[in-house]
Each structure stands twice: as C-alpha cells, then as structure tokens.
C-alpha cells in the first residue's frame, strides 16, 4: 500500500506535520511519502489566471502524487475555523483540474491537531462533511488536542489514551483500506 501524507499547513514548525508523519509510525511496512505543501506553492487561485496561464503544474504534479497513493493521511491546521490558505489554495487548482475529483476517489484518514483543548475540531467537521463532495472518501477521523501537553517530537503522542485512539484508527483503517471496503464519495 502506498500512503501520501502530508499537513494541511505551510507552517515550517507544522503541528499538523509532526501528528500526520507520526501516523505514518503505525503503517509498518508500507510505502509512505510525507509531502510538504511549500513544495507546491502557487499563485494565488483564480479563475482569471486559469483561463490566461492554465493550471499551474504544481497543482497536475500534486494532483499525480494523489492519484499513485492508496490512501491519504491529511492533518488539517485550523486557520480561523476554517483551512489554511496554503492547503484551500492546492484544493482550488486541484479541483479545476479535468476528468477528476480533487481528492481522486481515494481514502482519507482525516486528522487535526492545535494547541488548544478541541483539537481543530471545526476544521475536521468542515472537512469531513466537504472533502467527500471532491472525491475524498473520509474513512477515520481523528483530533489530538492539546498537542504541546500530548505530543513529544521524539516520542510522538504520549497521552496513552490518545495514543491508543490513533493506534486502534489507523489498524482499522488498514483494514478498510486493504480489503477495499470503503465508501465510494458522494456525487
């Protein structure tokens, strides 16, 4: 199987980055790729540029990351109760590409992470109620709040509760994934 993950965030300190690569620790013996959203920067999205300049090739060369994947990890960073304008920016010129949905019908383990005691959890219910609308078949979802009190950059998550949640999600995403049986995306 091979896993594309990557953080929802530009951030060069990336919360969302530290939790999307430590999810990774729980696919043993699978491919895996962590992306960094800097490497696909981008004009600012516009249906004017589209139609001067085409779509950026950055936005087909990430698009292509997606479709060679067997499952996306996604960790969203919570910008004002919304995305971040570095991954809203990759989502616009993804989804204007033809003959294709945004997230390629592929699975999505969904995840946010922030200081504070929610955990991005409005970004992760706004993502996990659109993403399937663009072709992300949201399987799991999961929230670490909290990250400075639950997360050691050499030891990843140590709340063990929380390490247990993302432990029991990710084998059962595995699963999922592996036997085929997730839900196609809405129309």
């Known amino acids: 199987m091979k896993i594309i993950a990557f953080a929802a965030s530009n951030s060069s300190n990336s919360i969302n980055k530290k939790l999307a690569t430590n999810a990774t620790t729980f696919f043993q013996g699978e491919t895996i790729e962590i992306l960094d959203l800097n490497d696909y920067e981008m004009p600012l999205f516009s249906s004017d540029r589209i139609a001067k300049n085409g779509i950026p090739r950055l936005a087909t060369d990430f698009a292509r990351k997606i479709d060679e994947s067997d499952l996306l990890i996604i960790s969203l960073a919570e910008h004002n109760g919304s995305y971040s304008v570095a991954f809203k920016n990759i989502f616009d010129y993804i989804s204007r590409l033809p003959n294709r949905k945004a997230f390629g019908e592929k699975p999505v383990l969904l995840m946010a992470t922030s200081p504070g005691g929610r955990g991005g959890a409005t970004v992760l219910e706004m993502a996990k109620n659109n993403l399937p609308y663009s072709g992300g078949n949201v399987v799991a979802t999961f929230s670490l709040p909290g990250f400075y009190e ?38």
């Open 150 to 187: 639950n997360f050691d950059d050499s030891k990843g998550i140590i709340n063990e509760r929380l390490r247990s949640e993302l432990e029991n999600t990710t084998s059962l995403v595995k699963g999922l994934v592996l036997r085929g049986q997730f839900q196609p995306s809405p129309n």
